[in-house]
């Protein structure tokens, strides 16, 4: 299996590849640690409660690779509203937190037993961000093997009342990338903010100490942890690349440039993410991104054949929007929002209705019509008592546009 690995140079990120063979040894300690861990689930559990995440998202990164900033953003581009399952947090024992301070990796076992756990809990059902795993070639081992758990629950509750809550993973491997020297600096920058905090709660009484870890405060330290990610984390990682989605993040930019980066990797791909049975029941629907691309200039191909082929409709639509529209829009000016009521003859021919619609999108507004079909009292019939009634067609048009407040607040 070969994979990428980055190798630091003077002046520039050098990418060259290297074999990382899956050890035989690593595969079985792997299975059986799963094993084990997956018996005591079923046990504690049940086999039809052992529903895990809809999609998962494997967060992984160097040291002051941005993984706490960047999370948030991650779970907002995929609509998950549940926190993120970070893995460091859940090893809260005494002997997890010796070895983290040394610099150490926590046992696999320990770690599978109470990630599993925690992936079952409801309010992950639809999706987990997992920050910090998997982190050796055993944990990456125990994850391809929980997915071919999760896949075979799905087969087995295909068609049957539980079917919706097995439903086909998905999982996405993300690693945030930096070179050690922005590691570095990054990690000493955060000891010296935590130092400072620590010394206004200690002087103020006011607020709770941050944990101060010596890779914080200590350069070697720093490198140290770095070379450990290097030499054993991001092997494993890269293991991943053959079996889920996975996206390498340039994360050494500022905020707003790694954001980017993370969005335009996590586009909606339904075509992966779906059921091969569901995606082709709407793969004949274009896409959104497909309708765009050429839709200015299809507006304005539309607008010179209304000119030129519908020249006198065009003539009075473009008036009755000048006459009848413009000056309650101009009411409206602050809030970036009307709404105009008309029964115009002239909007009952549908040519015209698209006309209106595509002159005001030339113009920066976005407009949506109704079409609202009444019945106005005419006459009544004396002799019965009955009221005669004629129908009647009203429009009624939300315009939307750029209104001036929302200007002044972009320039605040």
């Not at 967060?59 to 900033?69: D, E, Q, V, Y």
């Not at 053959?242 to 980066?261: M, T």
């Not at 082929?309 to 000048?322: A, C």
Request: some cysteine; charged content about 30%.
């Amino acid at each position: 299996m070969a994979v990428n690995f980055f190798m630091e140079s003077s002046s520039s990120v050098e990418t060259i590849t290297k074999s990382v063979p899956v050890q035989s040894g690593d595969i079985k300690d792997a299975r059986l640690i799963f094993d084990a861990v997956w018996e005591q689930l079923e046990e504690d559990f049940g086999h039809e409660n052992l529903r895990f995440p809809k999609e998962i998202i494997l967060l992984g990164g160097a040291p002051g690779s941005g993984k706490g900033t960047n999370t948030r953003f991650i779970m907002d581009a995929r609509g998950f509203t549940c926190p993120p399952i970070v893995v460091s947090s859940l090893l809260n024992t005494p002997e997890a937190k010796a070895l983290k301070d040394d610099g150490k990796l926590v046992g696999d076992r320990e770690v599978m037993g109470i990630l599993f756990r925690k992936m079952l809990e409801e309010e992950f059902r639809d999706g987990a961000v997992l920050d910090g795993f998997p982190r050796t070639e055993i944990q990456v081992e125990c994850m391809k093997l929980l997915v071919e758990k999760i896949s075979a629950l799905h087969r087995e509750y295909s068609g049957s009342p539980l079917a919706g809550q097995f439903r086909l993973p998905t999982i996405h491997v993300m690693v945030l990338y930096v070179d050690e020297k922005t590691s570095v600096d990054r990690q000493l920058f955060r000891g010296r903010q935590i130092a400072k905090h620590n010394e206004e709660v200690e002087a103020s009484g006011v607020g709770e100490l941050m944990e101060l870890r010596p890779t914080d405060i200590d350069v070697d330290a720093a490198k140290s942890r770095y070379q450990v990610f290097k030499e054993s984390t991001w092997d494993a990682l890269q293991s991943l690349r053959e079996n889920f989605f996975y996206h390498l993040i340039n994360a050494q930019g500022s905020i707003d440039e790694v954001e980017s980066n993370i969005l335009s990797e996590l586009k909606y791909q339904s075509s992966l993410e779906l059921e091969p049975e569901t995606f082709d029941k709407i793969r004949g629907i274009p896409l959104a991104s497909e309708m765009v691309v050429h839709a200015r200039q299809e507006l304005v191909h539309r607008l010179d054949d209304y000119a030129r082929d519908h020249t006198q409709l065009f003539q009075e639509v473009t008036k009755l929007i000048g006459e009848k529209f413009i000056p309650i829009i101009k009411l409206h000016a602050i809030s970036g929002r009307a709404v105009v009521n008309n029964e115009d003859e002239v909007l009952s021919n549908p040519v015209a209705l698209a006309m209106l619609i595509d002159i005001f999108s030339d113009r920066g507004y976005h407009a949506v019509v109704d079409k609202q079909l009444t019945r106005v009292p005419q006459r009544v019939n004396l002799e019965t008592g009955e009221i005669e009634f004629r129908p009647n067609t009203t429009y009624r048009i939300r315009i939307y546009f750029q209104g001036s407040e929302i200007r002044r607040g972009g320039n605040r």
